[in-house]
T-cell receptor, first 111, second 115 residues
Framework: AQSVAQPEDQVNVAEGNPLTVKCTYS??????LFWYVQYPNRGLQFLLK??????LVKGSYGFEAEFNKSQTSFHLKKPSALVSDSALYFC?????????FGTGTRLTVIP | DTGVSQNPRHKITKRGQNVTFRCDPI?????LYWYRQTLGQGPEFLTY????????KSRLLSDRFSAERPKGSFSTLEIQRTEQGDSAMYLC?????????????FGPGTRLTVL
């Protein structure tokens, strides 16, 4: 069965500092991994995905994620956090046809 | 705006009543998904359509739930005899193509409150 885990419910970071939101996965076969962001009263927005190829994936709004097969991780990163990055972030993995989401990490960027 | 739209955005109902939600996907997208999200949790898959065919249903989708996509465009999700445990955000998503690896685009959701 496919699953992802987000070990941190909450991440706080100062504006301008680098941020990392952690995700680990458990899959049978090759993982197709995604990051989504959810702002209040808005739908989930796609940030980036890893299917194959380079382990460093670049996405929207300056975010990137690093796929690490040996550690079964797919951490989301950004070199310099903005206050507007404060939101709920979800890691997800594809099952046969649908997404399996983690429980989410609330990122707060402190001015 | 050509994104995924959902109506209504909010629905309050009494236990035992039936409710129906509508999802309009991005026009050229042939896959349509329904998810449910409860507070503090990530979205959970309910069902998906490839064009008008409903190809998979989660075990979460009890007999009281039914989804349709009659013409391969918009979809409806009906919950019969609602229970308080049905209170959640119901999310619709759509994607292009036949591969599950294509990104899904989500609507704003319908928040259901069952009193």
């Amino acid at each position: 069965a496919q699953s992802v885990a987000q070990p941190e419910d909450q991440v706080n970071v100062a504006e301008g500092n680098p941020l990392t939101v952690k995700c680990t996965y458990s899959v049978s076969g090759n993982p197709y991994l995604f990051w989504y962001v959810q702002y209040p009263n808005r739908g989930l927005q796609f940030l980036l995905k890893y299917i194959t190829g380079d382990n460093l994936v670049k996405g929207s709004y300056g975010f990137e994620a690093e796929f690490n097969k040996s550690q079964t991780s797919f951490h989301l990163k950004k070199p310099s956090a903005l206050v507007s990055d404060s939101a709920l972030y979800f890691c997800a993995v594809i099952g046969a046809n649908n997404l399996f989401f983690g429980t989410g990490t609330r990122l707060t960027v402190i001015p | 705006d050509t994104g995924v739209s959902q109506n209504p955005r909010h629905k309050i109902t009494k236990r035992g009543q039936n409710v129906t939600f509508r999802c309009d996907p991005i026009s050229e997208h042939n896959r349509l998904y329904w998810y449910r999200q409860t507070l503090g949790q990530g979205p959970e898959f309910l069902t998906y359509f490839q064009n008008e065919a409903q190809l998979e249903k989660s075990r979460l989708l009890s007999d009281r739930f039914s989804a349709e996509r009659p013409k391969g465009s918009f979809s409806t999700l009906e919950i019969q005899r609602t229970e308080q445990g049905d209170s959640a955000m119901y999310l619709c998503a759509s994607s292009l193509g036949t591969s599950g690896s294509n990104e899904q685009f989500f609507g704003p959701g319908t928040r259901l409150t069952v009193l």
